[in-house]
């Protein structure tokens, strides 16, 4: 079992920034793929980044590529998710997410609750 705890989100203007974060507990977090998505209302679930075990691997959604930046730190057993030059289309909620295999994009094993990210015009 692997729990995940967001935190980071918040009200932010456009072409602000926000750093989430998302803690792993249990014993094989740390060789897990981490990603993020998000869920705008009235929208599906999408993914946004993730990054495999040692953090040599990311991938990102197109949409946040060049404005966005997810890493980790396996000492903490937390993974970030740096967003700079936010739009007001980012607004959602966002969801830290684990998996045991690497380099996926799709049907993570584990979700967290979410943390709300507002972006205001």
């Known amino acids: 079992q692997v729990q995940l705890v967001e935190s980071g989100g918040g009200l932010v203007q456009a072409g602000g920034s926000l750093r989430l974060s998302c803690a792993a507990s249990g014993r094989t977090a740390g060789s897990y793929t981490l990603g993020w998505f998000r869920q705008a209302p009235g929208k599906e679930r999408e993914f946004v980044a993730a990054?495999?075990?040692?953090?040599?691997?990311?991938d990102y959604a197109g949409s946040v590529k060049g404005r966005f930046t997810i890493s980790r730190d396996n000492a903490k057993n937390t993974v970030y998710l740096q967003m700079n030059s936010l739009k007001p289309g980012d607004t959602a909620v966002y969801y830290c997410a684990a998996d045991p295999r690497s380099m996926v994009r799709a049907g993570y094993r584990y979700w967290g609750q979410g943390t709300q990210v507002t972006v205001s015009s």
């Open positions: 990054i495999n075990w040692s953090g040599d691997w990311t």
